[in-house]
């Protein structure tokens, strides 16, 4: 069993005239023009999304937008151990007795460690803490640990941002999605590691090795980096305006809105681990609740206001007040994902509303 996935394929069409036109007149306006964005027209699920975007492969800082990268390589763990467990279980692994799946693991390990050392010479070595984060049944299936009797979302929106966790794994993730708590999310990333964490990313295609471009995670929101040190030094390089703007060189919190528009997609596409796992990582994301999304916000506060269905998104907001979301939005007759990043605080997000409702519009247009 492989640790890492193959690369997810999503093809965007990037030649459709009407859209290409009604997006790039917005994302140009003088008040949108320095956001990075990109959105892909998912309505009638094609092969090919028409795609348009604008500073697209900008590598910048993108705060807590970043956690929603975990749930994702954790549903990938998850689905990886299962298929470990059920393997040697038909091989004959007998489960009756009471830490059976401890073998599961160490198997994994063994045959793991060596390849995510390999894939980050020179950054610290680690490994998911299995026995923490799943629980295994006798028949193999695998589920995140979480608390019995249940954390209900009453419960997560007592705690809210600034609660301190209760529960277990699956708990954790739906308090991180949900209210973008920094303590849960530190509670779900450390226990998938950084090498597997950027393995996975990597090998699905949403980070590009050589261009050091896409989506990066080596930080866990409390300060427990990757590797330790002022500089951020396992982070990776923003683009040279991004950097002026930002105020840092490097971080551990990165993306480009290229691939959050992939990524996105692929989410809303049931190809993240697979049509399940997709949907399962949607029920527990937001949109009105919690947190919130500044998507729902831009298109429920427009004059007039958009018509939706419903949003899935994850916004960021750093220590630099800077604002960032990506979406799934469904309407009436669309259906889309969008990525806008670099809000900047003076501007009050209102950049990030115009540009929403824009891409919004554009999307419409094309399916009247």
């Given amino acids: 069993m492989d640790p890492f996935p193959t690369t997810i394929a999503v093809r965007f069409a990037t030649t459709n005239t009407a859209y290409n036109t009604c997006a790039n007149a917005a994302a140009l306006g003088a008040n949108v023009t320095d956001l990075c964005s990109g959105a892909a027209d998912l309505t009638g699920n094609p092969a090919s999304p028409p795609y348009a975007g604008h500073n697209d492969t900008d590598m910048l800082y993108v705060g807590s937008l970043a956690k929603i990268f975990s749930v994702y390589v954790a549903f990938e763990l998850r689905k990886r151990v299962e298929m470990q467990a059920k393997s040697m279980i038909a091989a004959g692994l007998p ?5 059976w799946e401890n073998r599961v693991f160490s198997e994994l390990k063994k045959g793991w460690q060596p390849k995510l050392d390999a894939a980050f010479p020179g950054l610290p070595s680690g490994f998911p803490k299995l026995a923490d984060t799943f629980v295994v049944s006798t028949a193999g299936d695998v589920t995140f640990a979480e608390a019995s009797p249940p954390v209900t979302d009453a419960d997560i929106d007592t705690i809210g941002e600034f609660g301190s966790p209760r529960g277990k794994y699956r708990d954790w993730m739906r308090l991180m999605l949900r209210w973008s ?11 998938l590691s950084y090498p597997y964490v950027n393995g996975v990313l990597g090998s699905a295609g949403f980070f590009d090795s050589t261009a050091k471009t896409g989506l990066w ?9 990757w590797q330790p040190g002022g500089g951020n030094p ?8 991004w950097a002026h703007l930002q105020n840092r ?10 691939q959050l528009a992939r990524f996105m997609t692929a989410l809303a596409q049931g190809k993240l681990v697979d ?5 399962n ?10 947190i919130g999304s500044y998507v729902y916000g831009a298109l429920a506060g427009a004059s007039p206001a958009r018509s939706f269905n419903s949003v899935v998104s994850k916004i960021g907001f750093g220590d630099d007040s800077f604002s960032h979301d990506c979406a799934i939005v469904t309407a009436p007759k ?11 605080p003076a501007k009050r997000r209102a950049d990030l509303d115009q540009l929403a409702v824009a891409y919004h519009d554009c999307i419409v247009a094309l399916h009247p």
């Fill in 95 to 99: 489960t009756a007795t009471a830490g």
């Fill in 275 to 279: 049509s399940t796992s997709s949907a």
């Fill in 281 to 290: 990582m949607i029920s527990i994301a937001t949109g009105a609740n919690g």
């Fill in 334 to 344: 669309v259906r889309y994902a969008v990525g806008i990043l670099g809000s900047p």
């Fill in 217 to 225: 995670l080596s930080g866990d929101y409390l300060g427990h980096d």
């Fill in 249 to 258: 060189t490097k971080s551990n919190f990165m993306g480009t809105a290229l």
């Fill in 234 to 241: 396992a982070g990776q390089t923003l683009t040279a305006r």
């Fill in 181 to 191: 708590n920094n303590t849960a999310a530190s509670r779900c990333i450390l226990p």
